[in-house]
C-alpha cells in the first residue's frame, strides 16, 4: 500500500475546457467575467434580471416564508389558525398564497404585503448587506427587470412610481432620466426597457398589492400565450415584452436559486421563439451560487441552460453562503460598469423594434 498523496487527487470544484482558446471555467469564489457579459455591459446592452435570492440577502423573506407570513398576519387578524397553517405548511408556497388571497377576498382583508417584505421599512433601520447589494447592482446596469415585489432595487437607483395617485397634480412620468419603477402590465414596453434609470416589476410590486402576480391562476394568466390571436386587444404584452428582451439585450439573471429556477424557465421558454430556441447561441447568462458538492448539479445545469442558450455563471458558496454574490457583483462592476446609451447601439435597437 502507497503512503502519503496519491499521483492525483479528486478535485473539490469542477473545470471543463471550452470556448475560444480552451479557457478555462472554473467554479471558485468569483469567477471569471465572460467576455460576451462584459462586452453587453460597455454596450449598454447588460440588463440585470433580478430574483428574490437577492432581496434574501437583503432580509427579506423567501417565497416559502413569504407565504407562512401572509397566513399568519390573517392569524393575527382572526381570519385564521395556527391549527390551520400547521397543516398547510408543507404545501408549496404558491399555494399557501392563493388560500391567503382567497382569504383577503371572503373576509375583505387587506394583507400587509410590504410589513411581510420589508418589516423594517429600511429607511429607518436599513439593512446593511441589503444596502451594499443593491448600491453595486445600481452600477452593474441602467435599466433593470425584476421578478421581485420589493422596493429595494427602486431606492438603489431613486426611482419612484410613474404616477403619484394622491397627488391633485397632474399626473406625469418625468422626463426621459428621471428615475421610474414601472409595475403594471401596460408599462410592460420596449420604450421603457430602453428608458436609463429604470426598474421594471415584472410580477407587480407592493405600491400596487392587488396585482402582484403570486397564485398559480395568476401566473398562468400572466404568461399565456394569445400571440396567434388575430385580436390586437387579445395580446400578451408580457410575452411581447420578453420577447423584445431577449432579442435585443443580454440578460444577466441574478438572485435566482434552485427552487426558483420554474419561473426562470417558465418565463424564457413563453417568451423565445423557436427559431432563437434553435439557435443554441449564448446570450443570457445565469450568476448562481453552490457548494463545492454540488458541482454534479452545477455541470448538468450547465449543458441543459446551454441549450436556451444561457451560459451558466457558478460561483462558490462554501465560506460566505449567498453573501458570496456580494463580492461576486463588486467584481464584476469594478471589470465592466455600466455605460452611458451608444447611439449606434440605440439606432440598432429602434430598427429591430419596426421590423
Given at each position: 500500500m502507497a503512503s502519503g498523496k496519491s499521483p492525483r487527487q479528486v478535485p473539490t470544484l469542477w473545470c471543463s475546457l471550452e470556448g475560444e482558446g480552451q479557457l478555462a471555467d472554473i467554479i471558485m469564489p468569483i469567477p471569471k467575467m465572460p467576455r460576451g457579459l462584459r462586452d453587453a455591459a460597455m454596450m449598454n446592452r447588460l440588463v440585470p434580471f433580478i430574483g428574490a435570492g437577492a432581496s434574501?440577502?437583503?432580509?427579506?423573506?423567501?417565497?416559502?416564508e413569504f407565504a407562512d407570513k401572509a397566513l399568519e398576519f390573517l392569524i393575527g387578524e382572526g381570519k385564521f389558525s395556527h391549527s390551520q397553517l400547521a397543516q398547510l405548511r408543507h404545501l408549496p408556497a404558491r399555494v399557501k398564497l392563493s388560500i391567503a388571497r382567497g382569504l383577503e377576498r371572503q373576509h375583505e382583508v387587506e394583507i400587509k404585503y410590504d410589513k411581510i417584505?420589508?418589516?423594517?421599512?429600511n429607511l429607518e433601520d436599513p439593512n446593511a448587506k441589503g444596502q451594499v447589494l443593491y448600491q453595486t447592482l445600481a452600477k452593474l446596469g441602467r435599466t433593470f427587470v425584476t421578478t421581485n415585489y420589493d422596493k429595494w432595487l427602486d431606492r438603489a437607483i431613486g426611482a419612484q412610481p410613474p404616477t403619484l395617485k394622491t397627488s391633485p397634480l397632474p399626473q406625469t412620468r418625468g422626463g426621459p432620466d428621471t428615475p421610474t419603477a414601472f409595475y403594471q402590465v401596460k408599462d410592460l414596453t420596449a420604450a421603457n426597457l430602453n428608458r436609463p434609470n429604470s426598474v421594471i416589476h415584472?410580477?407587480?410590486?407592493?405600491?400596487?398589492p392587488n396585482n402582484m402576480i403570486m397564485t398559480t391562476q395568476q401566473y398562468v394568466d400572466h404568461y399565456k400565450n394569445d400571440r396567434m390571436s388575430e385580436k390586437f386587444s387579445e395580446e400578451n404584452?408580457?410575452?411581447?415584452?420578453?420577447?423584445?428582451?431577449f432579442e435585443n439585450k443580454t440578460v444577466l439573471f441574478i438572485g435566482y436559486g434552485l427552487e426558483e429556477l420554474e419561473i426562470l424557465e417558465y418565463a424564457i421558454g413563453k417568451a423565445r421563439s423557436q427559431k432563437f430556441k434553435a439557435e443554441h447561441e449564448i446570450r443570457h447568462y445565469l450568476l448562481q451560487g453552490f457548494f463545492s458538492h454540488e458541482y454534479e448539479v452545477m455541470k448538468n445545469l450547465k449543458?441543459?441552460?446551454?441549450e436556451s442558450g444561457i451560459?451558466?455563471?457558478p460561483f462558490l458558496r462554501d465560506q460566505k453562503d449567498w453573501d458570496q454574490l456580494i463580492e461576486v457583483l463588486k467584481e464584476f462592476v469594478r471589470e465592466a460598469p455600466a455605460s452611458e446609451p451608444l447611439k449606434l447601439e440605440e439606432r440598432r435597437e429602434m430598427r429591430a423594434l419596426l421590423e
Open positions: 434574501k440577502i437583503a432580509g427579506c423573506p423567501n417565497w416559502n417584505l420589508d418589516p423594517a421599512n415584472l410580477h407587480g410590486s407592493v405600491d400596487d404584452y408580457v410575452l411581447t415584452f420578453l420577447e423584445y428582451l449543458l441543459y441552460y446551454r451560459e451558466l455563471i
